[in-house]
């Protein structure tokens, strides 16, 4: 992860500074990349903590096509959903957009819903009509080498309707010749400190379900940024954890899958960073 460590000293030393939508202001940077060799471990952030379980839980509720912020609250922390009134103790990271932007769409949120919109999960697997991430699994099978196994969330018919829309804008794979699969995703918008590390152990994971499920191995997943920022509420948090020496990445361990709706009987439980240590967590205020 030391190159993710560079990118942002780059941003602290070169970025420009600018107002943004959430009134706190960034350091901004345009057009980046980094690449992680899956072989090489996990790419899981070791210089501060992450919220692993924060990860799986977002990705399978994106995977499940879900609308609605309660039930990612359920999977996050696997309780029946009367028992998720209290905010404080189960709140997400979605729920506050839930209850800003999506109560402003219009949506009629409650206690035991939060709707957001077609947001991500719902673009993956009913783009009208269309199941996205069945039809990246059916093409990459049929056809390792074509050149069209891409995953888009932006759905320009749809943004408005969205409590968010998307970031992490799309993502195509790869097969190489060896049998490894890879992904490319590209960032349109990446919160540096807070929001790049989730998004780079989303995607590594993601790409791992995929690669068990086609019985291939893993390749890179690649990140490519358009705007890459840091919130000036977390500059001192960014200096602290450049500082810090990266520790030796962990092993996802997971379950062997014959399908995606195998995911259903799983839980967040089931997938393991095998080995992870890191350095102590670094708190900051998301912008939203």
């Known amino acids: 992860m030391k190159q993710y460590l560079e990118l942002l000293e780059y941003i602290l030393e070169n970025g420009e500074s600018r107002d943004d939508r959430t009134g706190t202001g960034v350091l901004s940077s345009f057009g980046h990349q980094l690449r992680f060799n899956l072989q090489d471990g996990f790419p ?9 379980k924060g990860v799986v839980s ?10 609605d912020e309660r039930r990612l609250a359920e999977i996050r922390f696997q309780k029946d959903r009367s028992e998720l009134t209290d905010l404080d103790k189960f709140s997400t990271i979605w729920t506050d957009n839930a209850d800003n932007q999506g109560v402003s769409l219009g949506y009629a949120n409650s206690d035991t819903i939060k709707k957001l919109g077609p947001v991500y999960g719902v673009q993956w697997r009913d783009w009208g009509g269309k199941d996205q991430i069945q039809d990246l699994i059916d093409g990459i099978r049929s056809n390792p080498m074509g050149r069209r196994h891409i995953l888009s969330a932006w759905n320009v018919e749809k943004i408005d309707s969205m409590a968010l829309p998307p970031c992490h804008v ?3 794979f790869y097969v190489s010749t060896d049998g490894r699969l890879s992904c490319q995703m590209y960032q349109r ?14 995607y590594a994971l993601l790409l791992a379900i ?7 191995e893993l390749g890179d997943f690649i990140h490519s940024f358009g705007d890459a920022h840091i919130y000036k509420n977390s500059l001192e948090q960014v ?3 450049i500082k810090r020496e990266p520790k030796k990445l962990p092993a996802l361990v997971m379950p062997n899958l014959e399908s995606i709706e195998c995911l259903k009987d799983l839980s967040i439980d089931d997938f393991i960073l095998d080995g992870y240590e890191s350095h102590p967590a670094i708190k900051a205020q998301m912008a939203i």
Do not use: R, Y
């Open 210 to 216: 995929l690669a068990n499920i086609l019985d291939l």
């Open 189 to 202: 918008s990446a919160d540096m400190f807070l929001g790049v590390p989730f998004n780079i152990a989303s």
């Open 44 to 52: 899981a952030v070791t210089t501060k903590s992450l919220a692993w």
């Open 239 to 241: 200096k602290e954890q």
């Open 58 to 67: 977002e990705l399978l509720w994106f995977i499940e096509g879900s609308d």
């Open 170 to 172: 799309m993502s195509q």
